[in-house]
């Protein structure tokens, strides 16, 4: 994976190059992100892990043991 610095003015935008098409990624995207978004693949996740915001501190430690729970048994399949 290449990456590389645009300058336009003050602003400049990351891009990573896949095949022959730069894509634009957002500034301040980590590289890993722009890495997942760039190959594509359908096993990786670049999403928060959460698609609810928890109400309580309870909802969101079940949510994260399903969480850590599901990754670890697809891991041993």
Known sequence: MQFR???SGPNYKLQS???ENWQDV???TSRFKAFLRATGGAE???QDPKPFAPKSYRD???Y???YIQAA???AKA
């Open 64 to 66: 994260e043991r399903h």
């Open 17 to 19: 190059l896949k095949g």
């Open 5 to 7: 610095k645009i300058k």
């Open 26 to 28: 957002k500034p301040g």
């Open 44 to 46: 990786f996740d670049a």
């Open 72 to 74: 670890t048994n697809y």
């Open 60 to 62: 969101f430690m079940l």
